[in-house]
T-cell receptor
Framework: DQQVKQNSPSLSVQEGRISILNCDYT??????FLWYKKYPAEGPTFLIS?????DKNEDGRFTVFLNKSAKHLSLHIVPSQPGDSAVYFC????????????FGKGTKLSVKP | KAGVTQTPRYLIKTRGQQVTLSCSPI?????VSWYQQTPGQGLQFLFE???????NKGNFPGRFSGRQFSNSRSEMNVSTLELGDSALYLC????????????FGSGTRLTVV
């Protein structure tokens, strides 16, 4: 049973517009959420994270929103750039030293010039 | 500082064979985790090692095993390879246990024929 779901396998956006990537989770014990970006032939790289005690975290063009009641988080990229084209993974952690990151299946973002 | 190094980058093996993959973590990082990435399943957690001890294990058969050495380098072994083991195997290192602050390597692409 998937605990972290990214229901959109792909997303296409025009350069300069907003990209919104969505992620849903089922485990209410998750207390820390991360987004990773992955280019082909490279490992995932950390993008931004949010603790469950917050509802928003911002870093430059990237903002993550967390809605705990809906068990939903989203990543907003504004403005989108062609270099943002990659696969984005949402990940969640249940806290403590015995946990591990649980990843969604990823969303492939294509930003068109 | 040097990143996480995985060797080899590419590997082709025959069904029934066994394979060993290597991961050198970032200097000072004592935690090494392994993930399997396949197109249909995203990133799935295999196991985590910290200070030469397996601390956490995912839901994979016993054919998948690993170990960590005193210098924190880790190896992952898959015995009796099956076609379904074809995947990108990613290693991530961290200074703490439990999936926080991961830095991923570029992965080893294993193809089983």
């Amino acid at each position: 049973d998937q605990q972290v779901k990214q229901n959109s396998p792909s997303l296409s956006v025009q350069e300069g517009r907003i990209s919104i990537l969505n992620c849903d989770y089922t485990n209410s014990m998750f207390d820390y959420f991360l987004w990773y970006k992955k280019y082909p032939a490279e490992g995932p790289t950390f993008l931004i994270s949010i603790s469950s005690i917050k509802d928003k975290n911002e870093d430059g063009r990237f903002t993550v929103f967390l809605n705990k009641s809906a068990k939903h988080l989203s990543l907003h990229i504004v403005p989108s750039q062609p270099g943002d084209s990659a696969v984005y993974f949402c990940a969640a952690h249940a806290g403590g030293s015995q946990g591990n990151l649980i990843f969604g299946k990823g969303t492939k973002l294509s930003v068109k010039p | 500082k040097a990143g996480v190094t995985q060797t080899p980058r590419y590997l082709i093996k025959t069904r029934g064979q066994q394979v060993t993959l290597s991961c050198s973590p970032i200097s000072g990082h004592r935690s090494v985790s392994w993930y399997q990435q396949t197109p249909g399943q995203g990133l799935q957690f295999l196991f985590e090692y910290f200070s030469e001890t397996q601390r956490n294990k995912g839901n994979f058969p016993g054919r998948f095993s690993g170990r960590q050495f005193s210098n924190s380098r880790s190896e992952m072994n898959v015995s009796t390879l099956e076609l379904g083991d074809s995947a990108l195997y990613l290693c991530a290192s961290s200074s703490t246990l439990g999936g926080y602050g991961y830095t991923f390597g570029s992965g080893t692409r294993l193809t089983v024929v």
